[in-house]
């Protein structure tokens, strides 16, 4: 049985099946990939590949800020 979580995303919010992947989420929002390395989730960093399992607050981190050249 699939289940529906909440993500947001630039003060947006909107509805995704459990499990997709945070770069799916910044994919569907038009972001380039490539400029990310990591994202926080609820305040944690996180790689692009994990699976969203609970609502979410997403906040891209950009591979030239001062946090993304420490990931």
Known sequence: MSS???VTLDGNSRSVQSGTLVRDILKDEGRRLRDFVAARVNGKIVDLSRPLTEDAAIEPIPAD???GVDV
């Open 4 to 6: 529906e979580i909440t």
């Open 65 to 67: 800020s001062p946090e």
